[in-house]
């Protein structure tokens, strides 16, 4: 029962955590891979350790300077980008950036990217290597991003074919002991079955949705807006599909679900959790309001105050 009383004792009285492979967040609110930086940027905004997590800028072996020309592009209840994927490198970040995330009380999750099956185990190998020397004092999982390019398959990404992806996951999976999520691309042929294989493969957890590929054409320049033709589209606009693809995948896996697209508001974290999701995620809204993490936090408190909820448990996977 949640007592009465001045609300923030009443917040107390509320259990928003949940756990993924032995690891707890406080509450369900992680900030999305690729809109949060490493987290420092948004910390002038608010203590961003009252979130449940932080998923960093997506890591590849190398570094990379990213695509030229127009990287993001607003549109009807959404936008597009094109970064691609710029970032210091796994070892740069483990580095420079790593003494940030000792310092934090809230879940660290390494993003890994890459363009070769051979880049992926290289990226994770590295970062289990460090967490053995640190102790695990900065990095509490590893999200395994399938939706990047094979450039060595001629540029098809290993988060389409569940077959192409099954190597992949097995090979990073033994490259490290470190709680693994799959991140999975809405493209893929079969997001359910991709997931599940994933959970054969001994993941921990899978990540849904990345962005859903989309276009922009500028007419008056008779070209895509985008050099690489094509952009990944987020925002609200992709909620409904990444709703339905989340509800899909907890019905098929008996893994824990991290769930995203769209959200921007504690009614849609709700319907993630009604949906089966574990803990969300926030991407683009981090865009749109710098105190996206804090704001929900509160909204998603007093709707379960409103509507007497005093754990996330009672309503998740109810659907
Ligand atoms: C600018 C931008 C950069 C992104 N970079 C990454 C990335 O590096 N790795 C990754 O797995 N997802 C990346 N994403 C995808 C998001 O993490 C998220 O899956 C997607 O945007 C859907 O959530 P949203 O609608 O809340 O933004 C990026 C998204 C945006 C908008």
Redesign the pocket.
């Known amino acids: 029962m949640i007592k009465t009383g001045d609300s923030s004792s009443r917040n107390t009285e509320l259990d928003l955590s949940a756990r993924i492979a032995g690891v707890t967040f406080k509450n369900p609110i992680v900030m ?4 949060f930086g490493f987290g420092k940027e948004y910390a002038k905004f608010y203590d961003v350790n009252e979130l449940g997590g932080i ?1 960093g ?2 890591l590849t072996l190398q570094p990379k300077a990213g695509n030229q020309g127009t990287r ?1 592009y607003e549109t009807a209840s ?2 597009l ?1 094109s ?1 691609g ?1 710029e970032n210091p490198g796994v070892a740069a970040f483990l580095d420079k950036e790593c003494a940030y995330w000792e310092t934090l009380d809230t879940v660290r999750i390494v ?1 890994l ?1 890459g363009n070769t099956f051979e880049d992926y185990v290289a990226g994770a190998e590295l970062i289990q290597k460090d967490a053995d020397t640190r102790g695990r004092k900065a990095v509490d999982m590893i ?1 395994l ?1 399938i ?1 990047c390019p094979n450039v060595k398959e001629g540029g098809i990404a290993f988060g389409i074919r569940t077959c192409d992806a099954r190597e992949l996951v097995r090979a990073v999976r033994q490259a490290t002991s470190l709680p693994l999520s799959v ?1 999975l691309s809405p493209n893929a042929e079969d997001i359910a079955d991709m997931a599940l294989m994933c959970q054969e493969e001994g993941a921990d957890a899978v990540s849904l ?3 859903i590929s989309g276009m922009k054409i500028d007419v008056r320049r008779r070209r895509s807006v985008f050099n690489n033709l094509y952009a ?1 589209l ?2 609200p606009a ?2 409904p599909i ?1 709703l339905r693809m989340v509800h899909q995948v907890a019905q098929r896996v008996e893994i824990p679900v991290i769930g ?4 921007s508001s504690a009614t849609d974290i709700i319907e993630f959790i009604m949906a089966g999701a574990a803990v969300i ?5 981090n865009f749109m309001n710098m105190r996206a993490g804090q704001d929900l936090l509160r909204d998603l408190r007093q709707f379960m105050l409103e509507e007497n909820i005093a754990s996330l448990d009672e309503i998740r996977g109810i659907i």
Do not use: P, R
Not at 32 to 35: D, K, R, Y
Not at 260 to 263: F, L, N, P, T
Not at 281 to 285: A, E, F, K, R
């Open positions: 999305a891979s690729g809109t998923s800028k997506g993001v959404g936008m980008n970064v994927l993003n990217g999200e991003n939706s991140k949705i990345n962005t990944g987020s925002g992709i909620k990444a995203m697209g769209g959200i995620q926030v991407g683009t809204y």
